[in-house]
Nanobody, 126 residues
Framework: QVQLVESGGGSAQAGGSLRLSCAVS????????IGWFRQVPGKGREGVAA????????WYADSVTGRFTLSQDNANGTVYLDMSALKPEDTAIYYC???????????????????WGQGTQVTVSA
């Protein structure tokens, strides 16, 4: 059974940092594209970052490049999203999701990711 569990959300002030974790069931984790998305009320899920667990390729949305960093712990099947220099516009529910096997798609869109975690709230105050 595919399971993804996010943790680490919370509140921060603008300019602060938070770390999100995505624990992925081991049967799913290997050689998989794991993506982070965020969603605000009334809008669709926006791709934020993605990592291919079978290698080192990573992708970041322009809005977070230079501020957010992906890392992975293959032994524990966990992907981390370190968020720094946070802005109020980063406020959203953040989801991790499992996508294609063997590669990450050139466009990280929600429709290409079939398994989702429950989401974790991130709130950044000015």
């Amino acid at each position: 059974q595919v399971q993804l569990v996010e943790s680490g959300g919370g509140s921060a002030q603008a300019g602060g940092s938070l770390r999100l974790s995505c624990a992925v069931s081991q049967t799913t984790y290997s050689k998989k594209c794991i993506g982070w998305f965020r969603q605000v009320p009334g809008k669709g899920r926006e791709g934020v970052a993605a990592i291919y667990t079978g290698g080192s390729s990573k992708w970041y949305a322009d809005s977070v490049t230079g501020r957010f960093t992906l890392s992975q712990d293959n032994a524990n099947g966990t992907v981390y999203l370190d968020m720094s220099a946070l802005k109020p516009e980063d406020t959203a529910i953040y989801y991790c999701a499992a996508g294609p096997s063997g590669y990450c798609p050139p466009r990280v869109t929600a429709s290409l990711f079939g398994y989702w975690g429950q989401g974790t709230q991130v709130t950044v105050s000015a």
